[in-house]
């Protein structure tokens, strides 16, 4: 197939990249680096398969030729980026939806849109059902990603039910491994940082909130899955174990052999105390389920961080 990923050069835009070459498709890989990094797919450098388009989406996408597939995830995605980038984010999920499903729509081709847990909320549904509406703040210093997202989730099923496009919609939840941005403000790569580091490992509130981690790789394997045979209802995809965010930070601390502490600060607006995915529909629909234990997965993640930062 030939296929548009936005959002290339980012995090999983670029594993997502990775997996889809892999797989013998062509990718038209699209991102304006406003927090992507070239570096992230310096590696397909001369390869046939692959071309770049340095583009904001939030304007008109012109692609030349047949397309089968949109692949949206453009977008800032950390805490920090989109406390910074508010407008952009709004605009992204907006905006840049719109412009994707157009081109979708144009081509005949399928699109996937990379959501995210986030348009749960700080839940009251535990663990969290595609069927759980959310409890979003719209006006929180949050809800500009939270509220894109909702957005763009609309905006996709608008186009599914109205215009037909044949359509996907990931929920994702929180997903770590190498490519992460050293101070993107994600809990696993501030944790693996400040220990590398020496510094004291930052806990918001104290320490009891809980989040499942999925390694990178096992959320990718579920996202090509749901590209190929899912429906058009939205979809969780991620670990639904759950540790503590103080579970995370001692395994941290014992897998980097740090000798940091632990500092407290107080809780962020609206920061969720629960975050874990229901993934009954993925099991049953796609066969997929997380398969990297968090201690290999962050053995892993560490590994690139060391890497990363000695460069």
Known sequence: MRLVVTGAAG??????????????????????????????????????AFSFLRHDV??????????????HFASPASPIDYLELPIQTLKVGALGTHNCLGLAKAKGARFFLASTSEVYGDPLEHPQTEAYWGNVNPIGP?????????????????????????????????????????????????FIVQALQGRPLTIYGDGSQTRSFCYVDDLIDGIVRLFERGGPEPTNIGNPIEFTVRDLAEQVIRLTGSASAIAYEPLPVDDPKVRCPDISRAAAMLGWGPEVPLVEGLTRTVDYFRRKLDA
């Open 11 to 48: 995090f999983l835009g670029s594993h997502l990249t990775d997996r889809l070459l892999a797989a013998g498709h062509e990718v038209i890989g699209i991102d304006n680096l406003i927090t992507g990094d070239l570096a992230n797919i310096a590696h397909l450098d001369g390869s046939r």
């Open 58 to 71: 939030t304007q008109f996408i012109a692609v030349d030729g047949p397309v089968d597939g949109v692949l």
């Open 142 to 190: 949050r809800g500009v990603y939270d509220e894109a997202k909702r957005f763009a989730e609309a905006m996709t099923m608008a186009y599914h039910r109205y215009h037909g496009v044949d359509t996907r919609i990931v929920r994702i939840f929180n997903t770590y491994g190498p490519r992460m941005r050293p101070h993107d403000g994600r809990v696993v790569s501030n």
